[in-house]
């Protein structure tokens, strides 16, 4: 028997007939929606970077760089030191996994000031960059 529909049904009846419902219509596919997060004012730094957070309930956050420059996305660990995670580049985008409660910032990486303080919240929360 070769390889195709016929052939995935005899293999695995459970992923093909998930494949079958996704493909054809009969299950019901729900859009991920993302809380936009507000940048906290540079007042609030000190509370951001001692956050706990709940490491328990996991926080799916994206950056959504809409400038023409790239930024350092850091995150606060847990004794508070800011560590990079990654650089969003202009004009794209980059996920990472975190937590609720934890700490972000965002960093010029031409001259190392802080741009925004963020709070990762809810399942699926988004940081938009704006011009």
């Known amino acids: 028997m070769k390889p195709g529909p016929e052939w995935l049904k005899s293999y695995d009846p459970e992923g093909y007939a998930l494949m079958d419902n996704l493909v054809n219509g009969k299950t019901a596919v729900r859009p991920i929606v993302y809380d936009e997060l507000a940048p906290l004012p540079a007042e609030k ?5 001692c956050l706990p957070g709940d490491e328990k309930k996991y926080t799916a956050i994206v950056f959504d760089n809409q400038t023409d420059q790239n930024w350092l996305c850091c995150y606060f660990d847990k004794e508070g030191k800011r560590t990079v995670y990654n650089m969003v580049l202009a004009h ?5 996994d975190s937590h ?3 700490g972000w910032v965002v960093v010029n990486p031409q001259d190392d000031k802080v741009v925004s303080y963020y709070i990762a ?3 699926h929360c988004r940081v938009v960059l704006k011009k």
């Open 92 to 96: 794209d985008k980059m996920g990472a």
């Open 45 to 49: 730094a000190g509370e951001v970077s």
């Open 100 to 102: 609720e409660g934890a």
């Open 121 to 123: 919240k809810g399942d």
